[in-house]
């Protein structure tokens, strides 16, 4: 069985910085791309940064400068660095990973860790 969990998440000041961390456990021969999604209240889930095994990195345009993400393979970590926070970035921040389970890549999603900027 494959978990992802997330931690770091709070309530914060519009301006401030958090620090997201999400680690994969159980089973499996690597993990590919790994990334956050964040989905607000009657609103799509949506992509706010995925990074590839290789270091590849994707931004959302509305996080691009801001948000940094990283990994740590050796932990199968990934990182979420938010810096200059906006009331806008409140949501629900998801863990996602590709990984490799047998012959099979599998997408797996952490529960969630809520987001709070006050303005």
């Known amino acids: 069985q494959v978990q992802l969990v997330e931690s770091g998440g709070g309530l914060v000041q519009a301006g401030g910085s958090l620090r997201l961390s999400c680690a994969a456990s159980?089973?499996?021969?690597?993990?590919?791309?790994m990334g956050w999604y964040r989905q607000a209240p009657g609103k799509q889930r949506e992509l706010v940064a995925v990074i590839t095994s290789g270091g590849s990195t994707t931004y959302a345009d509305s996080v691009k400068g801001r948000f940094t993400i990283s990994r740590d393979n050796a932990k199968n970590t990934v990182y979420l660095q938010m810096n200059s926070l906006k009331s806008e970035d409140t949501a629900v921040y998801y863990c996602?990973?590709?990984?490799?389970?047998?012959?099979?890549?599998?997408?797996?999603w952490g529960q969630g860790t809520q987001v709070t900027v006050s303005s």
């Open positions: 996602n990973a590709d990984i490799i389970v047998a012959v099979f890549l599998e997408t797996y």
């Open positions: 159980g089973s499996f021969f690597s993990a590919k791309g």
